[in-house]
């Protein structure tokens, strides 16, 4: 389990999603991107929208049944990406690196980009904007909803 929580918000994956597509934009152009369903699919909205590319393709792995790790499985391959070359693979984030490992088999020659990344897995990454510590669980905005939190003096155990 996690020892910490990161959370991230519309507005910030909104930022951040901009920023990784400032540092691609010189690196294209891209015959299209292929979003790691599901946590690729608005990191690629957003990084597709500012390079103004419209070809989206979708791979899926499914590696974690929400904070436990199982096998990679592969349910979605990218045929029409061949063997990745020209093409900007996105995920959200790379953790230990075990679906980054899946998919670059798959696109060898694919650019991977993502937006968060972990130390085991930043070694895979081509490109990304923020690290974040290993013990760290980052929440995006689609697990999320807003709700009443007590106070800190009633929540540290204070009254
Ligand atoms: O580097 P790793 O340890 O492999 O972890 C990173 C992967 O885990 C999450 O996907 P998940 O398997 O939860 O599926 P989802 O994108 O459909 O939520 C995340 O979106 C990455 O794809
Ligand atoms: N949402 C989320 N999914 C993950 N999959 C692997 N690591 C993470 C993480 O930190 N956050
Ligand atoms: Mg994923």
Partial sequence: MAQRYYTVSWDQLHRDGKALAWRLVGAGPWKG??????????????VARELDCRIIET?????????????PRIVKTAAAAGDGEGWLLLDDLVDTGTTARVVRAMLPKAHFATVYAKPAGKPLVDTFVTEVSQDTWILFPWDTEQ?????????????
């Fill in 147 to 159: 709700q009443f939190v007590p106070p800190i003096a009633r929540s540290a155990g204070g009254k």
């Fill in 59 to 71: 791979v899926s792995v499914v590696t974690y049944d929400e904070e436990v790790k199982g096998d």
């Fill in 33 to 46: 991107v292929i979003a790691i369903t599901r946590g690729g699919l608005i990191p690629a909205a957003i």
